[in-house]
């Protein structure tokens, strides 16, 4: 998937807010979900905020993260992965998604194409001269069966040629209605030329105890029987060699029937009993079938709805408890005083007592926004900023021994695994130059500046105090 960003500053508008029936129906959206589930609603509030607007603009993203109490990180996430969201500013009257997949390809769509880059512009996602048109190319839509086709904001157009999308595009430059759908002689996806079956009308009931008047005869040996045939009413019609009813395939023996002794030797039910994957250990835990009799008997395995035995002590599951405790800080666990969530209503299972809420990691808060920038490009420290300050207060303990110039001559911290330069410059601007810094920290400082740098547990995971460490012990040596 290509990279997806925000217009440029110039095209931003100042400020959004939702018209006053949006409003409403913003609100009466939220009240859908559960209590703590009201973010669900990011993607209708930012679908609405888009149709209000034509794009999804910065302001409508910070809008959007105010109504629902999350981190503007989060909706911007949201708004530049799925490319329903428009990012940028696209025709007023009409913004023309062209199905490229492969139904649509073979029907013609390359040629759509190339009528929307002569028409519209050269360029997807450019408005045309006068910003009433713009056009790209998209995946499935949908109407294979009535390929090509293109859809416009919500409405599709169907079985095109070139010289129908002409006009079309010429219709909505203009302002002309134009109708939906298939754009030949074609009801929906009925077959092209209308139906091709019911078209008799309905017999007379039978008479009591016999066929209806002018039914084929019924039962073995009546004649005119048309036992065997199949009806091709329902078949396309196609001269491709694939669909050649001559044509033997791989399970057909000789004169086209099912080679029925191959199918009946396979025994479906063979296998049936045998333990599946993962049930015993290998080599490790002890011969198939030796389980948890002979390395912590019925406490080290359970045993599976269908009778077997299931290792609960191998080798695998002991290497993840350490992998987790080496990870996963206490004060992140579930059920920790740091973070659980508040008590259960009254009638919640102990499931309850130990969930924790989605949200209650540190991180931005809901109110921040959009970094301002000064005229030389540079980031202008936003007065909403809550990285430090007025946001949620930072698990863990702020480190000391913060510098505000480097002892000499710096250490190249992007040695440390997990410290690229935007992280090393911002480790700078916090007062951090030296490995013998970060190797004096405590886990405490450390799940700090993990929640400052808004890792959600990387450096804790690279564990950059044992790196730091390491690379002093090395300079030491040397």
Same mark, same amino acid.
């Given at each position: 998937m290509s990279v997806?960003?925000?217009?440029?500053?110039?095209?931003?508008p100042a +400020?959004?807010?939702?018209?006053?029936?949006n409003a409403n129906w913003?609100?009466?959206?939220i009240?859908?979900?559960?209590?703590?589930?009201?973010?669900?609603?990011v993607?209708?509030?930012?679908? !609405?905020?888009?149709?209000?607007?034509? /794009?999804?603009?910065?302001?409508?993203?910070?809008?959007?993260a105010g109504?629902l109490?999350m981190?503007?990180? !989060?909706?911007?996430?949201?708004?530049?992965f799925?490319?329903?969201f428009?990012?940028? @500013?696209?025709?007023?009257?009409?913004h023309?998604q062209v199905c490229g997949?492969?139904?649509?390809?073979?029907?013609?769509?390359?040629e759509?194409?190339?009528?929307?880059k002569?028409?519209?512009?050269?360029?997807?996602?450019?408005?045309?001269?006068?910003?009433?048109l713009?056009w790209e190319?998209?995946?499935?839509?949908?109407?294979c069966?009535?390929a090509?086709?293109?859809?416009?904001?919500?409405?599709?157009?169907?079985?095109?040629?070139?010289?129908?999308l002409?006009a079309i595009i010429?219709?909505?430059?203009?302002?002309?209605?134009?109708?939906?759908?298939?754009?030949?002689?074609?009801?929906?996806?009925?077959?092209?030329g209308?139906?091709?079956t019911?078209?008799?009308?309905?017999?007379?009931?039978?008479?009591?105890?016999?066929?209806?008047a +002018?039914a084929?005869?019924q039962?073995?040996?009546?004649?005119?029987s048309?036992?065997?045939?199949e009806?091709?009413?329902g078949?396309?019609r196609t001269g491709a060699?694939?669909?050649?009813p001559s044509?033997?395939g791989?399970?057909?023996?000789?004169g086209?029937t099912a080679?029925q002794?191959t199918?009946?030797?396979?025994?479906?039910?063979?296998?049936?009993s045998?333990p599946h994957?993962?049930?015993t250990?290998?080599?490790?835990d002890?011969?198939?079938g030796?389980?948890?009799k002979?390395?912590?008997?019925?406490?080290?395995?359970?045993?599976s709805?269908?009778?077997?035995e299931?290792?609960?002590?191998?080798?695998?599951q002991?290497q993840e !408890?350490a992998a987790?405790a080496?990870?996963v800080?206490?004060v992140?666990?579930?059920g920790?005083?740091?973070?659980t969530?508040?008590p259960?209503?009254?009638?919640?299972g102990?499931?309850?007592? %130990?969930?924790v809420s989605?949200?209650?990691?540190?991180? @931005?808060a809901?109110?921040?926004?959009?970094e301002?920038?000064d005229?030389?490009?540079?980031?202008? +420290?936003s007065a909403g900023?809550?990285?430090?300050?007025?946001?949620?207060?930072?698990?863990g303990?702020?480190?000391?021994?913060l510098?505000?110039?480097?002892d000499?001559?710096?250490d190249?911290?992007k040695v440390?695994?997990?410290?690229?330069?935007?992280?090393?410059?911002?480790l %700078?601007?916090?007062g951090?130059?030296h490995?013998?810094?970060?190797?004096a /920290?405590?886990?405490? %400082?450390?799940?700090?500046?993990?929640n400052?740098?808004n890792?959600?547990g !990387?450096?804790?995971?690279?564990? /950059?105090?044992?790196?730091? +460490?390491?690379?002093v012990?090395?300079?030491?040596?040397?």
């Amino acid at each position: 998937m290509s990279v997806r960003r925000l217009a440029e500053d110039s095209v931003q508008p100042a +400020g959004f807010a939702f018209s006053a029936d949006n409003a409403n129906w913003a609100e009466s959206t939220i009240q859908k979900y559960p209590e703590g589930r009201q973010q669900s609603a990011v993607i209708p509030l930012l679908m !609405r905020a888009q149709e209000q607007d034509g /794009w999804v603009t910065k302001a409508a993203i910070e809008h959007v993260a105010g109504m629902l109490k999350m981190p503007l990180i !989060r909706v911007l996430e949201v708004a530049t992965f799925y490319t329903q969201f428009q990012l940028k @500013p696209i025709g007023t009257r009409a913004h023309i998604q062209v199905c490229g997949t492969t139904p649509c390809m073979l029907r013609g769509s390359d040629e759509l194409i190339r009528v929307c880059k002569s028409k519209i512009h050269a360029e997807q996602f450019h408005p045309n001269a006068s910003g009433t048109l713009s056009w790209e190319e998209v995946e499935c839509l949908g109407a294979c069966v009535n390929a090509p086709m293109i859809m416009v904001f919500k409405d599709t157009y169907e079985d095109l040629t070139p010289e129908r999308l002409e006009a079309i595009i010429d219709g909505f430059e203009s302002g002309e209605a134009i109708p939906v759908g298939p754009q030949i002689d074609r009801q929906l996806s009925a077959p092209e030329g209308g139906p091709t079956t019911l078209l008799e009308e309905k017999a007379s009931p039978p008479a009591e105890g016999g066929p209806a008047a +002018g039914a084929a005869p019924q039962g073995p040996g009546a004649g005119g029987s048309v036992e065997g045939e199949e009806s091709n009413a329902g078949r396309p019609r196609t001269g491709a060699a694939e669909t050649d009813p001559s044509l033997v395939g791989m399970s057909k023996g000789t004169g086209g029937t099912a080679g029925q002794q191959t199918e009946t030797a396979i025994d479906p039910s063979a296998g049936a009993s045998r333990p599946h994957a993962g049930s015993t250990g290998g080599e490790v835990d002890g011969p198939t079938g030796a389980g948890g009799k002979e390395s912590g008997g019925e406490s080290a395995a359970r045993t599976s709805p269908d009778g077997d035995e299931v290792r609960r002590d191998g080798r695998l599951q002991s290497q993840e !408890r350490a992998a987790e405790a080496a990870v996963v800080p206490d004060v992140r666990r579930p059920g920790s005083e740091a973070v659980t969530a508040s008590p259960p209503a009254a009638g919640d299972g102990p499931a309850e007592a %130990n969930r924790v809420s989605d949200d209650v990691l540190p991180g @931005p808060a809901a109110t921040d926004h959009f970094e301002a920038k000064d005229d030389a490009g540079q980031a202008a +420290g936003s007065a909403g900023s809550t990285l430090e300050g007025d946001g949620p207060q930072q698990a863990g303990e702020k480190p000391g021994g913060l510098l505000a110039l480097a002892d000499g001559q710096k250490d190249d911290l992007k040695v440390i695994r997990g410290i690229g330069p935007v992280i090393e410059s911002k480790l %700078n601007d916090l007062g951090v130059f030296h490995f013998r810094q970060i190797a004096a /920290w405590t886990p405490m %400082n450390l799940v700090w500046i993990d929640n400052f740098l808004n890792f959600r547990g !990387r450096a804790i995971r690279e564990n /950059w105090i044992r790196q730091a +460490g390491l690379l002093v012990a090395r300079a030491e040596t040397k």
